[in-house]
């Protein structure tokens, strides 16, 4: 779980609960037009490690954005990012695999369905990203 002193999320001014069809919810996709470039988040990653105190291997890491950008997170507020450690059972040398990825695409289905509001589901996620589908009546 990420600091919420140091990460308390930051939400995207553009999505709303009225433009959901034209962002996270646009069949034609959204994350990949808005996602920071590798040059700019590579540099803010090692910084960020640094201030969490995380030693282990970036490459294990995501540089994870707390409120997902599928679930109308700002895509470079440094309070919405956070070097995310692997997920216990992970296996070294493999690469980002983190649990809390399906968690995002379940609440970005239920926000694009109507089953859950955009508010709730953020406030979910950057509250306890581990019990947000549990809090939501989602699990």
Known sequence: MPDGRCTPGALNPKV?????????????????????????????KTANARSYGFTGSLHDAEYDHLVSLELGGDPNDPRNLWVEPPSPGHRPGSGANNDKDKVETHLHTAICSGRVTLAAAQKAIATNWVSAEAKLGLK
Not at 17 to 44: D, F, M, Q, W
């Open 16 to 44: 709303t609960a009225r433009t959901l069809a034209s962002t996270i919810c646009n069949p034609h996709g959204y994350t990949s037009r808005i996602r920071p470039p590798v040059s700019v988040t590579g540099k803010e």
